[in-house]
């Protein structure tokens, strides 16, 4: 059964970039049958899709965030890892990685996920 | 991007109650609603996908209905473990969308 894990500083400062990674286990990252999304939620505020990354290591960003965003892999340690650039207050979340894929046609973002990491943007 | 309305917001409901959380998306999405149940400390885990199907290793407890704008998550009989909060979810345009979520109480 996959597991999803995020890692990463739970406080970052503003206008310094939020780093954040996903280790995977119980699949491969390589697998052409699932790709890897990061995924948030502000506090009192609903979730909201950031990007995802295909094995093939090509993107897909939300164009409300992708002047600031980048999303890459690293096969050997079965990761994925979330940048976000010029953090600010609005960028505090809780932050997901997911696994999704498409089933009969239907895409599917959030078939495993991980419990989230809480990243606060402060001074 | 499409906007995804949940109601209720939050419910109260008694063990062996029968729940309906209903999800409206802004425009046609034909079958490409899912439902997700979260839990406090634990990570958010599919339910259902495609409007109708059940997830595996998913009670069949859970169903869901609906296509187009107007979709329904329905508990039969609510168990302990049920309490959470629900929110759906379209994929049928990029970027993909979430409800804000249903939270059922015990009542």
């Known amino acids: 059964q996959v597991q999803l894990q995020e890692s990463g500083p739970g406080l970052v400062k503003p206008s310094q970039t939020l780093s954040l990674t996903c280790t995977v286990s119980?699949?491969?990252?390589?697998?052409?049958?699932?790709?890897w999304s990061w995924i948030r939620q502000p506090a009192g505020k609903g979730l909201e899709w950031i990007g995802r990354?295909?094995?093939?290591?090509?993107?897909d960003y939300n164009p409300s965030l992708r002047n600031r965003v980048t999303i890459s892999m690293d096969t050997s340690k079965n990761q994925f890892s979330l940048g976000l650039t010029s953090v600010t207050a609005a960028d505090t979340a809780m932050y997901y990685c997911?696994?999704?894929?498409?089933?009969?046609?239907?895409?599917?973002?959030?078939?495993?996920w991980g419990r989230g990491t809480l990243v606060t943007v402060s001074s | 991007d499409i906007q995804m309305t949940q109601s209720p917001s939050s419910l109260s409901a008694s063990v062996g109650d029968r729940v309906t959380i209903t999800c409206r998306a802004s425009?046609?999405?034909?079958?490409?609603l899912h439902w997700h149940q979260r839990k406090p400390g634990k990570a958010p885990k599919l339910l259902m996908y495609?409007?109708?199907s059940l997830q595996s290793g998913v009670p069949s407890r859970f169903s869901g209905s609906g296509s187009g704008t107007e979709f329904t998550l329905t508990i039969s009989s609510l168990q302990p473990e049920d309490f959470a909060t629900y929110f759906c979810?379209?994929?049928?345009?990029?970027?993909?969308?979430f409800g804000q979520g249903t939270k059922v109480e015990i009542k």
């Open positions: 990354i295909f094995s093939s290591g090509s993107t």
């Open positions: 997911a696994r999704g894929r498409t089933i009969f046609g239907v895409i599917v973002v959030g078939e495993s």
């Open positions: 425009q046609s999405i034909g079958i490409h």
């Open positions: 495609a409007a109708s």
């Open positions: 119980g699949a491969s990252i390589n697998s052409g049958s699932y790709y």
């Open positions: 979810q379209q994929s049928y345009s990029s970027p993909p969308t």
